[in-house]
């Protein structure tokens, strides 16, 4: 086994959604190990704070204000991005937003708000990175998915119907890229304890239901997805590509009865 097997040190590497929780932390685990990376979101404040407080001594950590829903305003961000490093090793397609109510009570705007930013802008934000990738004959793509591609929750139907899309168009740019020698795969959480998933998690119905349903018990956190995440960017990853790899604590793995044997 090689010293270099798992590094990604002197990578280029792009992250969408990256002012806070997953992104943000995934960012940091790319940028701790050496990586140059460039970070994007919505606003430039939240984003300028993040590069400055993710950035390690030595380090670059790069801000990029970018909307996710526009498909232009991405394809300039990933020529921008490889004519300031001269390439993108590794994208990460974190961006992500969700609304949680009845299917019934979803109106056009929400439903689009949600899709427009989850997958046409994850779609078109592959495809502007990619179109480089291609060129250069290299690259890895890391879309964040959701185990809600496995099995829906309910009450937020259009998330899980955008992350199911996910899964399929990781496969669909796996078969067309690899022979160009892109490799596209995506990283699935289950239950992370973000900032904005603890008012859900603290619910003691919710948080009981989670416990029983996750054979390893605890709720995941941001930092249990940067070694996966390294992993596929790295060259131990080399022949993995069009997979869809849950990191859930196991809630995947089965369905969980109520049933005690003693």
Known sequence: MTNDLFSVEGQIVLVS????????????GFADRGATVVITGRVAETLERTAAEICPPGGCV???????????????LADEVVAEF??????????????????EQYDEAT????????????????????????KAKSGCQI?????NSHRPLKYIAPYA???????????????????????????????IATELAKPLLSNPKIN????????????????????????LASKAASYVTGQVIYVDGGTTCGLFWPLDVG
């Open 62 to 76: 790069r801000a990029k204000v970018c909307d996710a829903a526009d498909a232009k305003a991405l394809q300039r």
């Open 111 to 134: 439903y689009d708000f949600i899709t427009n930013i989850n997958i046409r802008g994850a779609f078109f934000l592959s495809l502007a990175v990619g179109r480089h990738m291609v």
């Open 17 to 28: 959604g990256a002012s806070r929780g997953i992104g943000r932390t995934l960012a940091q």
């Open 86 to 103: 001269g390439r993108v090793d590794t994208l990460v397609n974190c961006a992500g937003v969700n609304k949680r109510m009845r299917a």
């Open 143 to 147: 879309n964040i998915d959701s185990l």
């Open 161 to 191: 119907m955008s992350k199911a899309a996910m899964s399929h168009m990781t496969r669909c740019l796996a078969m067309e890229w690899g022979p160009h020698g892109v490799r596209v795969n995506s990283l699935a959480p289950g239950f």
């Open 208 to 231: 009981e239901w989670r416990e029983k349903n996750t054979p390893l018990g605890r709720p995941g956190t941001p930092d249990d997805l940067v070694g996966v995440s390294i992993f």
